[in-house]
């Protein structure tokens, strides 16, 4: 097979385990904080349990048609943390025309060169995931547009952790 390119990562590749996250990011906000609970295994008394509140409350704050309980802030940040799908994140980025992405920890470990490196090597990668997604006139599957993405990710990343080495060798003046 030629005309092919492959990449492996070592961490979660292309979205497989938020299946409405590009959903979320279009969504109401309340409506966002729902779908999480529909989306936990076990619902609202798993999430309850976990976030250490009453799951009568939790699910009057997490209806949308509810008027007199609501989600705070607070409460919708452990929300997201104890599910593990950032759902009202996305709604919230998208609402205010920001595009959020996951972060991870510098693997170059603020080594200037790593970084260097890692960037070169994420962009290569992002440049073969976008050659064959582009390649013919075709329709795009979801799995090339998620491959895509999540290259473009490692490549932001990539960006944000040269930046941060190149910006711990200036020296800074006393005083």
Request: a negative charge; aromatic letters at 6%.
């Amino acid at each position: 097979m030629t005309g092919l390119s492959f990449s492996a990562a070592a961490f979660q590749v292309y979205g497989e385990k938020q299946p409405h996250a590009d959903i979320a990011r279009g969504m109401d906000v309340l409506d966002a904080a729902f779908l999480i609970a529909q989306e936990t295994p076990g619902g609202v008394q798993v999430l309850a349990q976990r976030m250490g509140v009453s799951p009568n409350t939790l699910q009057h704050k997490l209806n949308p048609n509810n008027t007199t309980h609501h989600l705070s802030l607070k409460e919708a940040v452990a929300l997201q943390m104890v599910s593990g799908l950032p759902y009202v994140l996305f709604a919230m980025s998208a609402a205010l025309d920001h595009v959020c992405l996951r972060s991870r920890p510098d693997v170059a470990e603020g080594d200037a060169w790593e970084a260097f490196r890692f960037l070169q090597q994420a962009m290569g990668e992002l440049t073969a995931a976008a050659a064959d997604a582009l390649r013919g006139n075709g329709a795009v599957s979801g799995n090339a547009h998620r491959r895509v993405e999540h290259h473009a990710n490692e490549a932001i990343a990539g960006i944000s952790a040269l930046v941060a080495a190149v910006a711990a060798r200036v020296p800074r003046r006393e005083g």
